[in-house]
């Protein structure tokens, strides 16, 4: 497969430069960060059950171009994450899927969660993660900023509930239902940090099991 570099440039400037930046609107947002390598149910998944617990208008999935924990071997290119990502939630008018960390230069969470903030003042954000995520949440870098600069809602991961509870009380400690964690950000009620563990009905999909069974390639091949 072979693709020239003006066009990853352009595609990579399309997502990046989203016109949902500029929305005037006043909504509540979900952050869901991740190398989707590739897309798959448990993402939407999990969406599903962060806009239902924590009434979200959107869910935006934040496509990294380069997960700073992960080897760069196994990743994808990113037109073809985005493509995987898009394909997923065709037809969902709730989720959007941007990769704005091109233009922002960094792939480190906490600064790409400051600088939405920052073009976003309007919306109310919560950072959304899956449970296993939570368990390695100290190895984020500035991982206290990224607590601190909004709520962040955990989604229940097969084996992974009790330590991503654990870490939470030790890291977060300010653990909230998933209800009042969504009425307290709106009310400008400060709760620093504050978090909530959604649990639910458990999806089994992973993305490191799909690679190992070929399929994020075979998709690939079927979409050039």
């Known amino acids: 497969m072979v693709r020239h570099e003006a066009s990853h440039s352009q595609s990579h400037r399309r997502h990046a430069h989203a016109r949902l930046f500029h929305d005037r609107r006043q909504l509540r947002i979900g952050l869901f960060g991740g190398s989707f390598n590739p897309a798959h149910d448990g993402h939407l998944h999990l969406s599903n059950l962060a806009k239902r617990n924590l009434q979200l208008d959107e869910v935006w999935w934040i496509v990294s171009p380069q997960n700073p924990l ?36 960094s792939s480190l969470t906490f600064q790409t969660l400051k600088t939405l903030k920052q073009r976003c003042s309007r919306h109310h954000f919560y950072w959304l993660m899956g449970a296993d995520n939570m368990v390695t ?19 229940d991961r097969p084996g992974y509930s009790y330590q991503a509870m654990s870490r939470g009380e030790l890291l977060l400690k300010g653990r909230l239902s998933a209800r009042k964690l969504a009425r307290t950000s709106l009310s400008g009620q400060q709760f ?6 959604i649990a639910g009905r458990r999806h089994h999909a992973s993305a490191t099991a799909l690679r190992q069974a070929g399929l994020q390639s075979a998709f690939v091949e079927s979409h050039n």
Not at 71 to 76: D, I, L, R, S, Y
Not at 85 to 103: D, F, K, M, T
Not at 192 to 197: K, T
């Open 70 to 105: 992960k080897p760069t071997g196994e990743m994808a290119l990113l037109v073809d994450r985005l493509a995987s990502c898009r394909a997923l939630v065709a037809g969902n008018s709730y989720i959007r899927v941007i990769a704005p960390e091109v233009e922002f230069g």
């Open 137 to 155: 949440f100290p190895h984020w870098q500035r991982h206290k900023m990224i607590a601190a600069s909004m709520p962040i809602a955990v989604i």
């Open 192 to 197: 620093s940090p504050s978090w909530c563990f």
